[in-house]
């Protein structure tokens, strides 16, 4: 998921980079919502609670971080939209690069800090298990 997730940052990037592509930006925005938000609530839903289970915490820790990262990220896919439909260029440039270093900075703490921490802490039967409930999550 992280790779397709960082290739919609990256194009998403360039859509800001030299004016505004407004297409280009719309594709990240349906993307987040078709892909990446089901995404985060995988690990929302699926993957966090069970770190909390084998006593990772939520506040303090990683889990709470992350969960900071999903809902600031919400706010600036809604602040991107919002300038968007009200053609406010600097608005969504603002919001955009707002969301490519956010994200970039998440993905690198779960890749380097959670990701490792949860594969410490979980079986691979319990892996497996998580994996079946998140297939069961669209993209």
Sequence with gaps: DHKKILESIDA????????????????????TQSFAEPHHHKEENVLFPKLEEKGIPREGGPIGMMLLDHETKRGFVKNL??????????????????????????????????????????????MNEMGAKCSEIKN
């Design 81 to 126: 939209r919002e300038a968007l439909e009200n053609n406010d260029e600097g608005k969504i440039k603002e919001n955009a690069l707002a969301i490519i270093n956010l994200m970039r900075d998440h993905i690198y703490k779960e890749d380097n800090i959670l990701y490792p921490c949860a594969e410490d802490v979980l079986t691979e039967v319990e």
């Design 12 to 31: 998403l990037q360039v859509a800001v980079r030299d004016g505004i592509n407004k297409e280009e930006v719309k594709k990240f925005l349906d993307f």
